[in-house]
Structure formats: structure tokens, C-alpha cells
């Protein structure tokens, strides 16, 4: 099966008021792909802890929104990418108690565990990207508008 995928937004994270606006898109984004409100919370919450360190870690970088579809699935992509210093030891950055800073040491491993999908590029001195995916439950495909293929939302479908 091939997989595709459809870029929603790429956003500049550059300070406190882009992480609401990088929250904000994908909340909207897995709404209208159907994801119930505890889907919608663990991609949130992950998404907030990422975009967070891109700003604070990698010193500001980009996330890109997009639906992914393959196998019949459909989800929420969302890649974060930094120029920062890079991660050394990504294992160790992963386990449960690691912190760089004054944080509880839950945020990379408590991210991944509220994704389906995640996968880590880290090489020190080039940067960070980090690619997460939260599938949809198997509901009917979302309406798309035929001129620009964006999603109607159910309240618009009325």
C-alpha cells in the first residue's frame, strides 16, 4: 500500500506565542479528522512538550502539520526540526528521569508514549528533528473541499 500524506502548515517556532499557535493547528487539525478528545489531548500534550524544546533546546525551528495515509489509516503528522545543538546521547535523553535543565526528566519518553509513532534524528552541532504520528480511528473519510482538498469541518457540512 502507498502511503501519501498532505502538508497542512509549517510553522516558525520562535517564541511563547508560536507554541499556542503550533497547539491551536493541530488541535483543529485531528478535530477534523475525526479524533475523539483524549486522542486530541495525548497529541496535544506531546506536541506541546516538543515544541517547547525546539524553542527552549534548539534555540527555534519549525513544526510541519500534515495528514498521513497509509494502509487504509488515516493520522496526524507532525515534524518538529531545530538547528540547535543536537542531542548527544539520545537513549539517555529518552529514559524516564533524564533532564538537561530543572524539568521533571519526563518530557522526550512521556511524548513518545502518548504517540503512535516516533521517531528521533539528533546528531550534536547539526540540530534535531523529531517525527511524531497519532492515528485516527478507523471513521469515514473526512469530507474534503473539492477546490483545495481541505477538511470541511462537521459544523460547515450542515
Known amino acids: 500500500m502507498q502511503a ?5 502548515s509549517t510553522l516558525t517556532i520562535d517564541s511563547d506565542g508560536e507554541l499556542a499557535r503550533v497547539r491551536q493547528h493541530v488541535r483543529r487539525a485531528a478535530a477534523d479528522l475525526g479524533m475523539g478528545l483524549v486522542a486530541q489531548t495525548k497529541l496535544v500534550t506531546a506536541v506541546s512538550e516538543l515544541a517547547r524544546n525546539t524553542l527552549i ?3 527555534g525551528g519549525e513544526a510541519e502539520i500534515a ?3 497509509t494502509g487504509g489509516r488515516q493520522g496526524l503528522r507532525v515534524v518538529f ?3 540547535g545543538p ?3 546521547d539520545v537513549e539517555q535523553a529518552l529514559s524516564d528521569g533524564y533532564t538537561s535543565g530543572g524539568g521533571l526528566g519526563l518530557g522526550l519518553g512521556g511524548a513518545r508514549r502518548l504517540v503512535h509513532e516516533f521517531d528521533i534524528d539528533s546528531t550534536p552541532g547539526l540540530g534535531t528533528t523529531i517525527r511524531i504520528i497519532m492515528w485516527a480511528p478507523h471513521v469515514p473519510a473526512p469530507v474534503r473541499n473539492v477546490k483545495d ?3 470541511v469541518t462537521p459544523l460547515a457540512r450542515q
Not at 4 to 8: A, C, E, L, Q
Open 57 to 59: 533546546h534548539g534555540g
Open 81 to 83: 526540526a531545530d538547528r
Open 4 to 8: 501519501s500524506s498532505s502538508v497542512i
Open 149 to 151: 482538498r481541505t477538511p
Open 86 to 88: 543536537g542531542i548527544a
Open 67 to 69: 495528514y498521513e495515509e
